[in-house]
Antibody, heavy 121, light 110 residues
C-alpha cells in the first residue's frame, strides 16, 4: 500500500526552527517528485515547495523562499522540510504529497495525514 | 487572496447536479492542466480530477471536469450526502514557477 507519514510538527516560538519529515512506503520513492502543501487553520490549501526525484531541482513559493528548505534522502525513502525563521503566518497543517509522475507539473495523487506546526510565543 | 478564483460555497439537494467554477489566467489555467481535489471534513485532500477531465480509478463518474480558456469547472451529478466537502482547483503557474490553488468551495448537501 502506498503511504506517506509526516512527523516533526509541534509548537515553536517565532524566529525558531523545526524540521518536518515524511516517510514514504509502497512505491519507488526516487522516481517521483515530492511536494509540501500547507493549510492554515480554517483556510485553504497553499503549495509550499517541491523537489525532483533526484533532489537536483527544487521549487518554492515566494512566501517561504529563503526560510524553508526542502530535501530528500532517497536511501531512506524520506522527504524533509527544514523550517527556519518561523513566523506566526507559518502556522498550519503541513501535508506531504507524492506527484503522480517524475514531472513537477503533474497531480498530487497521494497525500499524508498532515502534521501541525504552531508558531506562537 | 488566491490566484485561482472559486466561489466560497455552493449547495444542492440529493440527486441534483452542481458545478463549481475556477477562474485563472493565461499563466496558469490558460497554459497548463487543471486538477481538482476533494477534502472531506477533518481529512487530507484527495485527488478527484487530473489533467482537466480525467478521473483516477475509484472516483465515481458522477464527478467530471472541463476546461475552456482560462477557466475550469467541476461538475457533480446525482449529488449524495457523502459529497459534502471542500473542493479545490489547482494548476501550475508559469509566471510564479509554482503551483497555485483556488480558495476552495464548500459544498453543502441540503
Amino acid at each position: 500500500e502506498v503511504q506517506l507519514l509526516e512527523s516533526g510538527g509541534g509548537l515553536v516560538q517565532p524566529g525558531g526552527s523545526l524540521r518536518l519529515s515524511c516517510a514514504a512506503s509502497g512505491f519507488t520513492f526516487s522516481n517521483y517528485v515530492m511536494t509540501w502543501v500547507r493549510q492554515a487553520p480554517g483556510k485553504g490549501l497553499e503549495w509550499v515547495s517541491g523537489i525532483s526525484g533526484s533532489g537536483g531541482r527544487t521549487y518554492y513559493a515566494d512566501s517561504v523562499k529563503g526560510r524553508l528548505t526542502i530535501s530528500r534522502e532517497n536511501s531512506k525513502n524520506t522527504l524533509y522540510l527544514q523550517m527556519n525563521s518561523l513566523r506566526a503566518e507559518d502556522t498550519a497543517v503541513y501535508y506531504c504529497a507524492k506527484s503522480s509522475s517524475s514531472s513537477p507539473y503533474d497531480a498530487f495523487d497521494i497525500w499524508g495525514q498532515g502534521t501541525m506546526v504552531t508558531v506562537s510565543s | 487572496q488566491s490566484v485561482l478564483t472559486q466561489p466560497p460555497s455552493t449547495s444542492g439537494t440529493p440527486g441534483q447536479r452542481v458545478t463549481i467554477s475556477c477562474s485563472g489566467s493565461s499563466s496558469n489555467i490558460g497554459s497548463n492542466n487543471v486538477y481538482w481535489y476533494q477534502q472531506l471534513p477533518g481529512t487530507a485532500p484527495k485527488l478527484l480530477i487530473y489533467r482537466n477531465n480525467q478521473r483516477p480509478s475509484g472516483v465515481p463518474d458522477r464527478f467530471s471536469g472541463s476546461k475552456s480558456g482560462t477557466s475550469a469547472s467541476l461538475a457533480i451529478s446525482g449529488l449524495r450526502s457523502e459529497d459534502e466537502a471542500d473542493y479545490y482547483c489547482a494548476a501550475w503557474d508559469d509566471s510564479l514557477s509554482g503551483w497555485v490553488f483556488g480558495g476552495g468551495t464548500k459544498l453543502t448537501v441540503l
